[in-house]
């Protein structure tokens, strides 16, 4: 089976969440699985697995949620359509 796995904390960020994301990723790869894991890109880190697509994240303090289809405006001027996949 092709699993992707979505997460907004994985390395180099250490703590429970990027541990169990590992530790289940490998898991299912030991049973024949093919697992791919999106996570956030952050300054200045080199990515080492091959099996990780890192993503543009916006960090924005004091910004919010969209609800779909709607467009939502942060401090800085940037506008974000949030689209359903």
Known sequence: MRIAM???????????????????????????????????????????ETFVIRYHAFHQEGGRLCASDETCRFGDGTDIRKVKF
Do not use: D, W
């Open 6 to 48: 979505m997460t907004n904390n994985y390395k180099p960020v250490v703590g429970g969440v990027p541990i169990a994301v590992e530790r289940l990723a490998e898991g299912l790869r030991e049973r024949g699985h093919e697992v791919y894991i999106f996570a956030p890109q952050f300054e200045g880190y080199e990515q080492e």
